[in-house]
């Protein structure tokens, strides 16, 4: 039987049309007319000031953090229940990270953040916010917070393209926000990234992202920089995915409303906040008892089915052992009894059957 992924790239059917427009017009380089309309194709859609198309989205936080001026001795603090990609960037510009635990919403506890604010004993310069699977963390109460104390906002919505909070794009509250296209994002162009927001810190983030070099006739180099930029190639990929991500943030959320109605009894959801709309990227949910995920997760596997726990929390990875941590044990929590359920926006009905069927079964 074909493998089930957890969430597998759906391509609209233009993407070939635009890469053949690229290699008709032999701008396969770096750059182009494709990265130029997917970073407008963004801008539009999120009305975020201005985009800068990446080669992933692990570099796109990169940017942020190095053209906020993060550096040693800097404080970064960040959301502890997250992926390595959203603070990995933290230890490449040497700063040290401090992890806040998540509070029922799954996402950054504000509570948790006041309190870590006013136990360090130096004032934070950034704040690196996750928006787990997709779904908005408590922006309200957040931005002001980072406003009162001023931090400096940036915002990891690598899984979170199509998501709102107040009518308003997540990625776009902090200063900069990040996106990923990676190949099991909501829409992809196999590896790819967006830095979005402030135009004159996205103006410096396009310099770093092609080597640091001097508007000069020669190479001329006064700072460092790094090859981030995204190919034309997988711009016109990128191009043809947004003209879709509307439809496919619907098929993500119809996938989560059937898994929601019919494991009532079996799973509490991650939840969704009033005024907000998730993309619903992964259907995630916790077991009431402990261990059931693994269970189910290896019955699913002998069927080829992917499923995978919840992300473990930096606070808990042997990476960041001895950083400091603001936490109550909710991450924790979830982490050992969650689960991501295969949720593709192309999931079949007769297979999302199957799993739900799996899943009774097993508990
Ligand atoms: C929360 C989060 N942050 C950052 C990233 C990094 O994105 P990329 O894989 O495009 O580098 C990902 C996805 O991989 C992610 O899920």
Redesign the pocket.
């Known amino acids: 039987m074909d493998r089930v992924f957890l969430s597998p790239p759906n391509m609209s059917g233009r993407e070939q049309e635009y890469i053949n427009e690229v290699f008709k017009s032999n701008y396969i380089a770096p750059l182009g007319e494709f990265v130029n309309k997917f970073e407008n194709s963004i801008k539009s859609y999120t009305s975020t000031k201005d985009a800068l198309a990446l080669s992933?989205?692990?570099v796109a936080?990169h940017l942020a953090l190095r053209t906020l001026g993060v550096t040693q001795g800097d404080i970064v603090l960040a959301s502890s229940f997250?992926?390595m990609?959203?603070v990995s960037p933290i230890l490449y510009e040497k700063a040290t990270p401090v992890f806040i635990d998540c509070d029922e919403s799954w996402n950054l506890s504000p509570e948790l953040l006041k309190k870590a604010i006013a136990n360090l004993p130096k004032k934070p310069k950034v704040l690196v916010l996750?928006h787990l699977y997709g779904q908005a963390s408590k922006m309200n109460e957040i931005c002001e917070i980072c406003q009162n104390e001023g931090i400096a906002l940036v915002e990891?919505a690598?899984?979170a393209l199509g998501g709102f909070y107040n009518g308003k794009a997540l990625g776009t509250f902090g200063i900069l926000g990040a996106y990923?296209f990676?190949g099991n994002k909501i829409i992809t162009t196999s590896?790819g990234?967006m830095l979005v927001g402030d135009e004159n810190l996205v103006e410096k983030a396009r310099f770093y992202s092609t080597q640091a070099r001097e508007p000069l006739l020669h190479y001329e180099h006064k700072d460092y920089g790094y090859n981030y930029r995204l190919s034309n190639i997988l711009g016109a990929v990128g191009v043809a995915q947004m003209e879709v991500l509307e439809e496919r943030v619907k098929a993500k959320r119809a996938v989560f409303e059937i898994y929601k109605n019919e494991l009532v009894n079996e799973l509490e959801f991650m939840p969704e906040l009033e005024n907000s709309r998730g993309n619903r990227w992964l259907t995630t949910g916790v077991f009431k008892e402990k261990g059931a995920h693994i269970r189910v997760i290896e019955a699913l596997a002998k069927q080829n089915i992917e499923s995978r726990p919840l992300w473990k929390p930096m606070h808990m990875q042997p990476v960041f052992k001895g950083a400091l941590s603001f936490t109550d044990g909710t991450s924790q929590e979830l982490f050992e009894r969650g689960i991501c359920l295969p949720s593709g926006s192309c999931l079949k009905p007769q297979i999302q059957e199957r799993v739900i069927k799996i899943i009774k079964e097993n508990l």
Do not use: C, P, R
């Open positions: 992933s989205g692990t936080l997250t992926f990609a959203s996750t990891d690598a899984e990923s990676n590896g990234g």
